[in-house]
């Protein structure tokens, strides 16, 4: 069980294009979802937290308005990163917590999504 | 900011146990010891938790000390597949995950 997905697994693009990432929580319900970012060689860090009908809210030094989060429902999150650029070049990774009550949760992760800008 | 410090790498020989160490002098009451691990271009795999006691599953053991001020996470025969870098995360109910350097494991045959 907690299995998450990500669509697609790798993407390139030409810049200024944007691009969408989905996260989906297969078997599972989550109230709340994360998304990551990690340069090569680098660790995970985190951009925003995502909550089910909700604005997300997002880390310092990340523009909302260029990462754009929606979780339109239980099961699903997306991130679309607008106006790419080549520094924007990165694997972006999910996260999402059960909706289970009284329990302290467990962040299951999606396999990433590797985004290349050209 | 991270929480922990772990060790840059370690080596194991494969069959071994291996015993990853994280310090987490700083720990409050109510918060938890997570190991995740990431292998090379994937995202991160849960292996265990815990707040007090030792705890163990199918992956893994996790000792904790009895001042919480440092853990053990063990894998008691380690293959091929468990090289990784191993991440210690100290979190509050609820809260988010941060991610410090990690470890990586090396186990070699």
């Known amino acids: 069980g907690a299995v998450v997905s990500q669509h697609p697994s790798r993407v390139i693009c030409k810049s200024g294009t944007s691009v969408k990432i989905e996260c989906r929580s297969l078997d599972f319900q989550a109230t709340t979802m994360f998304w990551y970012r990690q340069f090569p060689k680098q660790s995970l860090m985190l951009m925003a937290t995502?909550?089910?009908?909700?604005?997300?809210?997002?880390e310092q030094g990340v523009e909302k308005d260029k990462f754009l989060i929606n979780h339109a429902s239980l099961t699903l999150s997306t991130l679309t990163v607008t106006s790419a650029h080549p520094e924007d070049s990165s694997f972006y990774i999910c996260?999402?917590?059960?909706?289970?009550?009284?329990?302290?949760?467990?962040?299951?992760f999606g396999p990433g999504t590797r985004l290349l800008v050209l | 900011d991270a929480k922990t410090t772990q060790p840059p790498s370690m080596d194991c020989a494969e069959g071994r146990a291996a015993n990853l160490p994280c310090n987490h002098s700083?720990?409050?009451?109510?918060?938890?010891v997570y190991w995740y691990r990431q292998i090379h271009s994937q995202g991160p795999q849960y292996i265990i938790h815990g707040l007090k006691n030792n705890e163990t599953n199918e992956m893994a053991s996790l000792i904790i000390t009895e001042d919480r001020k440092s853990s053990t996470l063990i894998l008691p025969h380690a293959t091929l597949r468990d090289t990784a870098v191993y991440y210690c995360?100290?979190?509050?109910?609820?809260?988010?995950?941060?991610f410090g350097a990690g470890t990586i494991l090396r186990v070699k045959s």
């Open positions: 700083t720990i409050s009451g109510n918060e938890y």
């Open positions: 995360i100290v979190m509050e109910y609820g809260n988010k995950l941060v």
């Open positions: 995502s909550n089910e009908g909700s604005k997300a809210t997002y």
């Open positions: 996260s999402a917590i059960p909706l289970l009550a009284g329990v302290q949760e467990t962040q299951y």
